[in-house]
């Protein structure tokens, strides 16, 4: 008898066929029968033509922190995520040296724009120092989902060189000796990937690249053969230039490129970057694509990353916005909101605050040095209202709006953030958008050489809401797509598990073949859908973050255990730490 039997589902394999009428058995775990399924089940579930997929497996995620505090590891669970791997552009917290739990903070909450006052309150320091430590830990969590780790580099040139790898000093022969043993060791423990960033954009809150940003070719080679010689894991990293010229770089994205091409040649082993177009480069990301397709063509393994929608930036006066650091602000930010609000829309008040100039941050890497330009961005923002326009046309951006109204962009803005409840929020719309389409992407999807990442989830949490990726790319780029051709259901399913989970060797997993674990999603996609953007108060500390729902899935299973029904937890833990 079956555990569970979903019967009449429109099946899409995870491995690029078409989809086809049938059933789906779960049975210990593991899936039992695709296509005809004879016999019965403890529990028979009618999809009546709903979908059939593998669970997504997400590989850009940045809940290194975040599992310590949450088990249902949100916002990726209500979007069906089934797996997902973290520990991504050289940051993570292990291995930690004693005491150094300060210095780790600083960098992810520079980085990845996680309250720094959430990751000092919400992670239980002092369980590790090192990387298996730190696996032993997470393997005492139960979660909804499985999480995969990476090896980061910040964090390795950290604790072996201490106050040299603050100041970007080349590593010694016996710095490459012991940073090479903790990769090598954190791998056979159980990390699927190491990981490192390259771009200056990365900084700690103090202003600072952080630890590996100019890592020279040697220390990489030979991170590379510690990869090899664990005998599993991956290369990732975030190349210097994937932001175009908004700092300056030492090196260019395609010289990168050919960089990780020559490290997984060396040292045969995987490797993935990020890649996106820029402003500055627009036609950057396909230099680097050919770069990539030459390089498979030699029997070398390297996957560019890419987003399945523009780099988008968030604008909402519960969370970051251009008048954060007037000095008239500052006066009103710590009141209850509607309080706030009600001072901002005095008529001296905006006056006054539009009139201000911005106060310097205490902290140069913060987020908040970047709003207070966002002024000039305005031909690439575009407010979001319900029901959201994912793909806008250029002239409802919001300097056309402003122009339209016989406003300065500043007072425009300002007005736009006030109004109503003060609950409106507004897009910067950057990397995949130059040229106000999705053309980019129309041509990045498809290409057999990418995969999708860059979710970020769990990263930027008041910034950035690509974690909802999965169910978006299903509503917009399979169904409800207009200014362009739309994508088959099959090949944005494979980019998102079997693709994915085969890049990380999680071959147990992301696709639908008896004996594979039923890692499963079943959704309506007509009824599937994104809810509106939500400031949420939830992250430890009162730490606040943007959240976004999803509705239409039916049924979420983890190792054969269903975690959602209709659209809510059911209270399972089914997912662990993979090692």
């Not at 509705?551 to 975690?563: C, D, I, Q, S």
Request: proline share 6%; glycine share 10%.
């Amino acid at each position: 008898m079956y555990d569970y039997l979903i019967r009449g589902a429109n099946i899409v394999d995870g491995l690029g066929g078409k989809p086809f009428t049938g059933d789906v058995a779960i049975q210990y775990g593991k899936i039992a029968a695709v296509g005809e399924a004879d016999g019965t089940a403890k529990e028979t579930i009618e999809a009546d033509g709903a979908y059939v997929t593998p669970g997504w497996v997400d590989v850009h995620t940045h809940y290194d922190g975040q599992v310590s505090w949450d088990d249902t590891i949100e916002p990726s669970f209500s979007h069906g995520v089934t797996s997902v791997v973290m520990g991504n552009c050289g940051v993570g917290f292990a291995p930690c040296p004693p005491g150094g739990e300060k210095g780790m903070i600083e960098l992810m909450e520079g980085v990845e724009d996680i309250p720094g006052t959430a990751l000092y309150e919400g992670i239980e320091w002092g369980n590790w120092e090192s990387f298996p430590e730190y696996i032993s830990y997470l393997g005492t969590k139960q979660y909804t989902m499985d999480i995969g780790t990476q090896v980061p580099h910040s964090a390795v040139r950290n604790y072996v060189m201490g106050e040299r790898a603050l100041r970007h000093e080349d590593a010694t022969a016996e710095d490459l000796e012991a940073m090479c043993n903790i990769v090598k060791e954190g791998l056979q423990a159980g990390a699927v990937g190491f990981s490192t960033s390259r771009t200056v954009g990365h900084r700690s809150v103090l202003g600072d690249p952080i630890p590996g940003t100019f890592a020279e070719k040697a220390e990489l080679i030979a991170i590379g053969h510690a990869i090899k010689a664990a005998g599993r894991g991956l290369f990732q990293a975030v190349p210097a230039g994937v932001v175009g010229d908004m700092v300056p770089e030492k090196w260019t994205t395609e010289q990168e490129v050919e960089l990780f091409a020559e490290i997984a040649r060396t040292c045969g082993v995987k490797a993935t970057f990020t890649l996106a177009q820029n402003g500055s480069h627009p036609d950057q990301w396909r230099h680097c694509l050919d770069i990539v397709e030459e390089a498979n063509k030699q029997g070398v393994e390297i996957t560019p990353q890419i987003a399945t929608r523009p780099i988008g930036f968030v604008t909402s006066l519960k969370s970051y916005h251009m008048f954060m650091r007037r000095a008239t602000f500052l006066k009103y930010a710590d009141l209850p909101f509607q309080q706030m609000l009600a001072e901002l829309k005095k008529p001296e008040v905006k006056a006054a605050i539009l009139a201000d100039d911005d106060v310097p941050p205490d902290q140069p890497g913060v987020m908040a040095n970047v709003y207070g330009l966002l002024s000039m961005a305005a031909p690439a923002m575009f407010p979001i209202e319900m029901p959201i326009n994912y793909e806008p046309e250029p002239e409802g951006n919001i300097a056309s709006l402003a122009a339209a109204a016989g406003k300065e962009v500043p007072e425009y803005m300002y007005d736009y953030l006030t109004a109503s409840d003060g609950d409106q929020f507004a897009i910067l719309l950057g990397a995949n958008f130059v040229d106000g389409s999705f053309s980019v992407m129309e041509e990045m999807i498809p290409h057999p050489n990418t995969t999708i990442g860059l979710s970020d989830a769990g990263a930027h949490v008041n910034l950035i809401f690509d974690a909802v990726g999965p169910t978006y790319q299903l509503t917009h780029w399979v169904r409800d797509r207009c200014r362009g051709q739309k994508m088959p259901i099959e090949l944005i399913v494979k980019k998102q598990t079997h693709t994915n989970a085969e890049l990380f060797g999680l071959t147990d997993r992301g696709s639908l073949q008896v004996g594979k674990r039923a890692d499963i999603n079943v959704f309506d996609l007509d009824r599937l859908g994104l809810g509106r953007l939500e400031v949420h108060h939830d992250l430890p500390a009162g730490g606040s973050r943007i959240l976004q729902s999803a509705e239409g899935y039916l049924n979420t299973f983890v190792n054969g255990v269903m975690t959602r029904l209709n659209d809510q937890d059911t209270g399972a833990r089914p997912g662990r730490v993979i090692r």
